[in-house]
């Protein structure tokens, strides 16, 4: 297309933001004959705004949310559409109906770790607000100044996180802030920004963000003011290489740098965690290793019906060979299940033993006391079985198994990302996550049976010699 000025007629078609939402998803939809009748309704001045009509063309976590708030947090993953986002917003407050018309927000802080990456990606960027701007209401870059200048006087300064005190003076009824939880000056810089907005009756920033487990994104993502949407590169695969997309996945799929990058979630460690997901991403093993026993561990749910807790059912291979504190572990399989019935978990059990060729079936039975191995004989009851009961609370139990793996005696195969979680969500104080860690209590029974209690045994005849 090119590039000259929207005719007045075109003006009208600015003000149907909230009507217009989500509608190049419904017309990608309609037949070609539908298409074409939309596309044959427009005016030519229609025509010529529809490519710069965000709302129209926009994925949903591109939209900022209903209701009054203000700071919105767009959570992404590489490439998801987080920029464009951004720049959107701010041409949405910016911009009246007219080119020389004032829109909500009259002076904007955009804020990116350093100068060059305000300039290279908010501002020139290919999806920056240069980029973004329909031809008539493009602003300009006064580079001595580090600002933007829109047709209708509206201007928009570029900051550094890297010299916070430079906010410490300007104020501002608007601000974009860009991969805040990569910045090193990130708490000082956000505090400055926070003094300097506020113009206007409802100053609002937008944040938009790889996530990070950084202590200024999280306290702000609990904050009552803040709204949040998010995204994993995987929803704007439209617009990105297909090889890209197939290399990074093949590469980093069920990492935690995936997670993060990828997914776009925010992986937090608690305080006083027996495990954390950097810990764990050290550990991942990428073939399986040597084992010479196998047990699968299972934690039965108090009842069994629809509502119950998950059953925790694990799969733990080890190798057994020299000096039980040479014996290595790698936690193979997660198949734990939400069953509607006894039956159904001890199935899932029996089957992961079958497909692992595993030695042994390790269940607690604190709950259900001989009614587990009763259910376990009625399909097979010839399967080698092992009853444990607990004695002491979660994370007295779990302890001793975090030091395998500060030690790096454990291993995790990739896939197991909902139980890495429940690890990291296991506390010296105890669980802190919802619910109860079943799949934590199952891996803890097969590392007890594997190596801790090995050890015991090795370590008692040596401890009566001396």
Same mark, same amino acid.
């Given at each position: 297309m090119q590039?000259?000025?929207?005719?007045p007629e075109?003006a009208?078609l600015?003000?149907m933001?909230h009507e217009?939402?989500?509608g190049a998803a419904w017309?990608a939809?309609e037949?070609?004959?539908?298409?074409?009748a939309f596309?044959?309704?427009?005016?030519e001045?229609e025509?010529?705004?529809?490519p710069?009509?965000f709302?129209? @063309?926009?994925l949903?976590?591109q939209l900022?949310?209903d209701g009054?708030w203000k700071?919105?947090v767009?959570?992404?993953g590489?490439?998801?559409?987080k920029t464009r986002?951004?720049?959107?917003?701010v041409?949405?407050?910016v911009?009246g109906?007219?080119?020389h018309?004032?829109?909500?927000a009259r002076r904007v802080a955009?804020?990116?770790e350093t100068?060059d990456?305000?300039?290279? &990606?908010?501002?020139f960027g290919?999806?920056?607000?240069i980029?973004?701007?329909p031809?008539?209401?493009r602003?300009v870059w006064?580079a001595?100044r580090?600002?933007?200048?829109?047709p209708n006087?509206?201007i928009?300064q570029?900051?550094?996180a890297?010299?916070?005190e430079?906010?410490?003076g300007?104020?501002f009824d608007?601000?974009w802030?860009?991969e805040?939880?990569?910045?090193?000056?990130?708490?000082?810089?956000w505090?400055?920004?926070q003094?300097?907005?506020r113009?206007?009756?409802n100053p609002?920033?937008v944040v938009?963000?790889t996530?990070r487990?950084?202590?200024?994104?999280?306290?702000?993502?609990?904050?009552?003011?803040t709204?949040?949407?998010?995204?994993?590169?995987?929803?704007n695969?439209?617009?990105?290489?297909?090889?890209?997309?197939r290399?990074v996945e093949?590469?980093?799929?069920?990492?935690?740098?995936?997670?993060q990058?990828l997914a776009?979630?925010?992986?937090?460690?608690m305080d006083?965690?027996? @495990?954390?997901?950097?810990?764990?991403?050290?550990?991942r093993?990428?073939?399986?290793?040597e084992?010479d026993?196998?047990? &699968?561990?299972?934690?039965?749910p108090?009842?069994?019906?629809?509502?119950s807790?998950e059953?925790?059912?694990i799969?733990v291979g080890a190798?057994t060979?020299?000096?039980v504190?040479?014996?290595?572990a790698c936690?193979?399989?997660?198949?734990? &299940?939400r069953a509607?019935?006894?039956?159904?978990w001890a +199935?899932?059990?029996?089957?992961?033993?079958?497909?692992?060729g595993a030695d042994?079936?390790?269940?607690?039975v604190?709950?259900?006391?001989?009614l587990v191995?009763?259910?376990?004989?009625?399909?097979d009851?010839?399967v080698?079985?092992k009853?444990v009961r607990a004695?002491?609370?979660k994370a007295? +139990?779990?302890?001793p198994?975090?030091?395998?793996?500060e030690?790096a005696?454990?291993?995790h195969?990739?896939g197991?990302e909902?139980l890495?979680?429940?690890m990291?969500?296991?506390t010296?104080?105890?669980?802190?996550?919802?619910g109860?860690?079943?799949r934590v209590d199952?891996?803890v @029974?097969a590392?007890?049976?594997?190596?801790i209690?090995?050890s015991?045994h090795?370590?008692r005849?040596r401890l009566?010699?001396?």
């Open positions: 590039d000259r000025a929207m005719p075109a009208p600015t003000s933001r217009l939402r989500s017309i939809s037949p070609a004959e539908v298409q074409a596309l044959d309704s427009l005016s001045g025509l010529l705004a529809l710069f009509l709302d129209f @063309w926009a949903p976590h900022p949310p009054d700071t919105w767009i959570l992404g590489r490439g998801a559409g986002a951004g720049a959107e917003w041409r949405s407050m911009e109906a007219q080119p018309d004032l829109g909500q955009l804020v990116g100068i990456q305000v300039r290279e &990606v908010m501002i290919e999806s920056g607000l980029a973004c701007a031809p008539d209401r602003p006064e001595a580090r600002r933007l200048v829109w006087g509206a928009a570029a900051f550094s890297h010299d916070p430079s906010l410490r300007p104020q608007a601000a802030v860009d805040l939880a990569k910045w090193r000056n990130a708490q000082a810089t505090d400055m920004l003094f300097a907005l113009l206007g009756e609002q920033q938009s963000t996530p487990n950084v202590a200024v994104l999280k306290k702000l993502l609990k904050a009552d003011s709204v949040q949407t998010s995204a994993p590169t995987e929803a695969r439209a617009y990105l290489a297909e090889s890209f997309l290399e093949a590469r980093y799929a069920g990492t935690r740098l995936g997670r990058e776009g979630e925010l992986l937090e460690d006083g965690a027996l @495990w954390t997901h950097s810990q764990l991403e050290g550990l093993c990428e073939a399986l290793p084992m026993r196998i047990v &699968v561990a299972v934690d039965p108090v009842s069994g019906h629809a509502g807790d059953c925790g059912i799969v190798c060979k020299g000096a504190q040479e014996w290595r936690v193979v399989d997660d198949v734990s &299940v509607a019935s006894p039956d159904t +199935r899932v059990a029996l089957t992961a033993m079958e497909s692992w042994r079936l390790v269940a607690e604190n709950q259900g006391g001989d191995q009763a259910v376990i004989n009625q399909i009851p010839l080698p079985y009853a004695s002491r609370r007295a +139990r779990a302890e198994v975090a030091a395998l793996y030690q005696r454990v291993t195969m990739a197991l909902t890495e979680d429940q990291c969500e296991m010296t104080q105890g669980f802190a996550g919802q109860s860690p079943d199952a891996l @029974w590392l007890h049976e594997l190596i209690a090995p015991a090795w370590r005849p009566r010699e001396l």
